[in-house]
């Protein structure tokens, strides 16, 4: 009979979720991805205090795999992704927060990644998923390899180019911009405002750490490294972006000085940066007449006066 | 050159010792108040964690006072601790101050770049002697602090055996050698051990964990250990400056192994580092249910991203460890009120707990 592994739609999933399905598949297994976040997940979330909200989405969608009858949840320990880097403090102590609060949890595949030191870790953690699952190194190896071929493929390119709509950079977590509920379609909105849209998952990682040279001290957090240095790219190219948004989720660490340095870069070059914090109360007429106030603010600079 | 940094308890009294022995003229800025709060709070981001917005107080009203070079600490993550000066400099820059930020990143060899742009032409043994008074006093400061937590419970006139630690701390701040400094200790541990106490009293004993800088400054826990102890309560603090300076920077076997034996006693619940102080409020609230503590206060600043993971899975560990535990957050908005309920309801529970227990077990 066939494992099957179910991966919660949250936090690191958006960045790497299509490369663990085919790497589990790859191995063998079944694989179950929740579906998108509703307010019943974060209901579920907000058993969890003072965390922020992508981590109370996380904890949901952890509750409802645990209904769903599979036979282990797929939660790597993702301490690092890059050398000297980490993941913010609340991603790695993740699998330690859903074993002291949920009982009767399937089994957790929550294997080590980190790069912080040393890259080959990541081979020893790809062995060790395998082997929870009865494989052998060099299959699980070769699974790995297959799936990260398509991952790489998958690499974006931001180039500069003039288009006749004005272009909105929208910086934050991709767990908080893709997910629709806790970013409250944010993306969609901004495009129907007739605003094209860049997300840092549309910057490459080399440009974005490029960009983030410039930087007197390297940000120690991959994820706000890249949102930092794609931010950089965006306000710096020629032409820059029209403005920028920054999005994050009341009470996140990291983002509380990354958006204050990026909106004195902002600043600095004279281009419009609003910060937009959400959580589980935002509601909706506010948060779109903010959206609104900052559009019409970009449309009338453009216009010649 | 006048140099400043941010206060932490009495590691002011620390700092000033260490730079002056290296022939360095030192601008303390003024104690923490209400204005230090509002100047930070004002240009500061609005949801960064407390201590950011202190220093950014301390650091004003440093540079106010003609202060010209800042020495503060870097880090290397996941704690935002590290991220702190360079958006801390530029807000500075913004406001108009000019400065230089000396950022002392956790490493030897930074420590002594550093040490060499603080005092180019001191001598080896000068060197040595500056680090050796500022150290005795540190740990002179911690060892009294200790002592005062001790007697506090059983003290007949309430505040007696602080006000004598504080005209200690005054004196230690002014002495200029180590026999100077050795004579002030006697005194003062003479003194306070013939502050008068009640006999036969056994006060509950309670353990404070969590966050460094909560922990060590008064300002920011709001006088926690002193509510406490006029509660008749023995106060357990499980760090101080000393133990964060020899197990960190100096490294020190005792203190290196006790960390081992915390995180192997964290290990079920918390089986990775997370940056902070997490692993130990863990492995401490562990070892204090093992030794028949009464309860574990932990204390952090809100939004702090360890201590949150921490708060998280402590309540698992209290119901194993058999021990209750108090999560405190504190920011801007604190107030004492709120804080003093919290504390009287938590210290009813522990005599509660105690007296049904004593009941329960004849002997
Ligand atoms: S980076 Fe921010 S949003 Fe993401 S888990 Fe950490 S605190 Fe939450």
Do not use: W
């Given at each position: 009979m066939t494992v099957r592994i179910g991966i919660p739609r949250g936090l690191l999933y958006y960045q790497y979720g299509a490369l663990w399905e085919r790497f589990l598949q790859g191995l063998g297994a079944e694989v179950v991805v929740t579906g998108d976040t509703s307010k019943a997940t974060l209901d579920c979330g907000s058993v969890l205090d003072d965390v922020c909200l992508p981590v109370k989405v996380y904890f949901g969608h952890i509750y409802e795999l645990a209904a769903r009858n599979v036979d282990y949840l797929f939660t790597p320990r993702i301490i690092s992704v890059a050398a000297r880097q980490y993941c913010c403090p609340k991603i790695i102590g993740m699998p330690d927060i859903l074993h002291s609060n949920m009982e009767q949890l399937p089994p957790l595949l929550d294997i080590n990644v980190n790069l912080h030191q040393n890259g080959c870790s990541l081979y020893q953690a790809v062995i060790a998923a395998g082997r929870r699952l009865g494989k052998n190194p060099l299959f699980s190896l070769y699974a790995w390899h297959n799936a990260w071929q398509n991952h790489r493929r998958e690499q974006p390119f931001f180039c500069p180019c003039r288009t006749d709509r004005q272009r909105i950079g929208l910086i934050g977590h991709s767990y908080i911009i893709h997910d629709h509920q806790i970013s409250m379609n944010v993306i969609d909105k901004l495009s129907n405002l007739g605003f094209e849209v860049i997300t840092p998952d549309m910057v490459s990682l080399c440009q974005a750490a490029a960009a983030a040279k410039t930087l007197n001290k390297k940000i120690f957090w991959s994820n706000s490294h890249h949102m930092a240095g794609a931010a950089l790219t965006l306000i710096q190219s020629t032409p820059p972006v029209d403005g920028l948004i920054f999005m994050t989720s009341f009470a996140c660490g990291p983002d509380a000085l990354i958006g204050e340095l990026i909106k004195r870069r902002a600043h600095a070059l004279n281009i419009p940066c609003m910060l937009l914090t959400v959580d589980e109360h935002t509601a909706e007429a506010g948060f779109v007449t903010r959206l609104e106030a900052f559009t019409d603010m970009l449309?009338?600079?453009?216009?010649?006066? | 050159m006048l140099i400043t940094f941010p206060h932490m308890g009495d590691m002011s009294i620390v700092l000033k010792t260490l730079f002056n022995g290296l022939g360095r003229q030192v601008s303390v800025p003024p104690p923490i108040s209400k204005r230090t709060l509002e100047l930070g709070m004002k240009y500061s981001p609005e949801t960064v964690c407390l201590p950011f917005k202190v220093n950014v107080g301390n650091f004003i009203e440093a540079l106010e006072q003609g202060a010209d070079t800042i020495v503060t600490c870097g880090g290397v993550g996941p704690c935002r601790l590290g991220y702190y000066a360079e958006i801390q400099r530029s807000i500075l820059q913004d406001l108009g101050f000019r400065f230089d930020m000396i950022v002392v990143e956790p490493?030897?060899?930074?420590?002594?770049?550093?040490?060499?742009?603080v005092a180019p032409k001191q001598s080896l043994p000068n060197i040595y002697s500056a680090f050796r008074l500022a150290t005795a006093k540190m740990n002179t400061l911690d060892s009294l602090q200790q002592k005062v937590y001790r007697l506090q419970p059983r003290e007949i006139n309430p505040g007696e055996a602080d006000s004598v630690r504080l005209q200690g701390v005054r004196e230690i701040d002014t002495?200029?050698?180590?026999?100077?400094?050795?004579a002030v200790r006697q005194e003062t541990e003479s003194k306070?051990?013939?502050?008068?106490?009640?006999?036969?009293?056994?006060?509950?004993?309670?353990?404070?964990?969590?966050?460094?800088?909560?922990?060590?400054?008064?300002?920011?826990?709001?006088?926690?250990?002193?509510?406490?102890?006029?509660?008749?309560?023995?106060?357990?603090?499980?760090?101080?400056?000393?133990?964060?300076?020899?197990?960190?920077?100096?490294?020190?076997?005792?203190?290196?192994?006790?960390?081992?034996?915390?995180?192997?006693?964290?290990?079920?619940?918390?089986?990775?580092?997370?940056?902070?102080?997490?692993?130990?409020?863990?492995g401490h609230t562990v070892n204090m249910g093992r030794k028949n503590f009464d309860g574990v206060i932990h204390i952090f600043p809100f939004t702090c991203m360890p201590e949150i993971v921490a708060k998280n899975i402590l309540p698992k560990v209290s119901s194993d460890a058999n021990i209750p535990v108090l999560s405190l957050t504190f920011d801007e908005q604190s107030g004492e009120a709120g804080l003093m309920t919290r504390l009287e309801a938590f210290v009813d529970l522990l005599k509660y707990r105690r007296s049904s227990q004593t009941a329960a077990d004849p002997d």
């Open positions: 449309s009338r600079r453009r216009q010649p006066c | 490493a030897i060899t930074n420590i002594l770049k550093n040490l060499h742009r002495a200029e050698t180590l026999t100077a400094l050795a306070l051990d013939s502050v008068k106490l009640r006999s036969g009293i056994q006060p509950l004993r309670i353990g404070i964990v969590g966050e460094i800088y909560v922990m060590l400054e008064p300002f920011m826990n709001q006088d926690l250990a002193s509510h406490l102890g006029n509660m008749g309560v023995e106060v357990h603090q499980t760090m101080f400056l000393s133990d964060y300076v020899n197990g960190h920077l100096f490294r020190k076997q005792e203190y290196l192994k006790l960390f081992q034996h915390l995180a192997a006693l964290a290990q079920p619940y918390l089986r990775h580092t997370i940056g902070g102080h997490s692993l130990k409020s863990i």
